[in-house]
């Protein structure tokens, strides 16, 4: 019954091991293209965790409560530990899946206010803070025309995911 235990535990600590070093061993298996991905999210620290410990703990308990010995606790342990690891696996491509919180995208930023934080040249790049979705967000901006510190503005285009032209705010 101790090495069930050990095994549970061992499991135990994996899947506290997979929320401290978040996907440690997913690079550590990354080079390995085992039958062209047919492994792939099988080698996941959270599968291995859910599987080896529910065999340790299924395993121990099948032992001390029935009679059926070694031999069927693991076999009823090995069954246990692949439907969790089954359902580890299913539930970690649910959330990796899901895209209902889809990031903002360039699009989003056209018209939105700001103001400059680092002043711009006309003929160069200097920072803005450009509220996004409620969160401010730092860009590399240009504008035709010189636009000092402090000035409001506002998004005129995305040239890429960090940089954006701007035209500062007249009142």
Known sequence: MAWFLGLGITGVVFLVLSLVLDGVLEGLFDGVDALDGLLDGW????????FVSMLGFSGAIVLGATGLGAVGATAIGVLAGATTGWLA???????????????????????????????IPADGYGEVLVHLAGQPVKFAAKSPTPVA????????????QTAVSVRPVER
């Open 89 to 119: 696996y299913r539930l970690s491509r649910a959330l990796l899946n899901d895209r209902s919180g889809a990031g903002p995208r360039d699009d989003y930023l056209i018209g939105a206010a700001g103001s400059v934080v680092t002043a």
């Open 43 to 50: 080698l996941s620290l959270p599968v291995i965790a859910g």
């Open 149 to 160: 510190r402090g000035s409001e503005i506002w998004v005129e285009e995305a040239l890429s």
